[in-house]
């Protein structure tokens, strides 16, 4: 008799997912999750993203419990679990997914080890995290590709795998399934009031929600801060409640599903740099010799959303409130943390990973590279004026009213530029002067770089 384990990481969906069916071939299969104590130690583990997490696999357990199954829930070191559990019944085979980060990497050797005296094999599947599989698609002579574009292209020409079945039944042996500890016990603290629910339900329901009547607006809207037109997929995305490999696949051919499309390939993008280059992570992929300033000061009041500068602020204060930021406001308030407050990216990188819901390495900390200039932009020195980004994606100030309610009041014009708003008004409001002056610090930044 054949068993198998289904080791359950970021994946946590039953449909589209090539680690469930495959495991599921076996005549009993037990699909598993480790709680690892290295991650819930690490600088990871942050409560929005736990509290996340835990309802995932509430609503995986009750999802594979449909299907005849369950899920076994054990805390440890993965590799240990999964020898001991494969020793307890006698499997012969476990199925993971493959994954980019240097942790994800070792983790997947320290298994291989683990089993290799065991006589069970190790699965690893492709292209269940990312749609296509890091790796697969380089230059000539070349590990990874370093600019978007160039990637894109075979990114979008070379074919996808199929759609996954999801298994009809699953044949699981009698084990203790383990209860899913509370959130408080495995990562205390306060959680954003205004988080998504998490699991494989959610995000379906919000994908069908979005290609029925969000979708239509996305290559106009997806830039309108207020608007709030993005699909808000990344939460589900991070944690595999849904799969990329799916959502291309149910894209058509109009523009704005070019368009969304065209944004899962920079998750994919991301993800084959950081695989290629692990050590992204936190060390420059292209160094340019900045020296960031040590401004304890500047950070906190960036954190706080009281730099002073109201479309800066209101950014920070939605991650806050919700553990998640529109991409546009991501872009605006991390440039203005590395090129006008001249601070070392990896503060603000951690910073977001310690409140976001969708935190990721390779999307969260690729994309500060980007935004510092030290990533994979082909224009590292461009600076995002926030005056100017305010009029353009914020026309009617609504985004900032929303976040920022002290200066609700104020007209649109003082909200974009706040170099127009009366001292006297701010000490009214309660709500700082700017901390820096933007136009000669992003004007020092540029000159750093050596720059006109
Ligand atoms: C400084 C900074 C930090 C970021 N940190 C993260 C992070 O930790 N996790 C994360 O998922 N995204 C991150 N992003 C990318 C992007 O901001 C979010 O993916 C997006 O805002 C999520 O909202 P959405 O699901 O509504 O996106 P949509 O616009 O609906 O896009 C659909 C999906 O495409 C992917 N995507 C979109 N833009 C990007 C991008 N620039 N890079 C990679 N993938 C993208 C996401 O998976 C997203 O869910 C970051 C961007 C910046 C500038």
Known sequence: MRTSICLFTRDLRVHDNPVLQHAARADRVIPLFVLDEAVLRGP????????????????????LGELGGGLVVRTGTPATEVAGLADEVGATEVHVAADV??????????LREALRTRECALHVHDAVVTAHPPGDLVPGGKDHFAV???YFRRWAAAPMRRVAAMPEALRMPRLRTGKLPAREELCPGELSPELPTGGESAGRQLARQWFADGIAEYESGHDDLAGDATSRLSPYLHFGCVSPVELVDRAGNSEPERAFVRQLAWRDFHHQVLAARPASSHRDYRPRGDRWREDPEAFRAWCDGRTGVPLVDAGMRQLAAEGWMHNRARMITACFLAKTLHLDW??????????????DIANNNMNWQWM??????????????PVRQAERYDPTGEYIRRYVPELR???AKALHDP??????????????????DVDAANAQFRADRGQP
């Open 101 to 110: 980060s240097a942790y994800a990497q070792a983790r997947e050797d320290s």
């Open 346 to 359: 990896r503060l603000g990188a951690q910073h977001f990973l310690d409140l976001l819901v969708d935190g």
């Open 372 to 385: 510092a200039g030290t990533g994979t932009d082909t224009r590292p020195n461009r600076v995002l004026n």
């Open 44 to 63: 990871f583990t942050r409560p929005n993203r736990t509290a996340f997490l835990l309802d995932c696999l509430r609503d995986l357990r009750t999802s």
């Open 419 to 436: 170099r127009r708003i009366d001292p006297a008004d701010l000490d009214r409001l309660g709500y700082p002067a700017p901390i820096v």
């Open 409 to 411: 009041s104020l007209p």
């Open 148 to 150: 978007f574009t160039p």
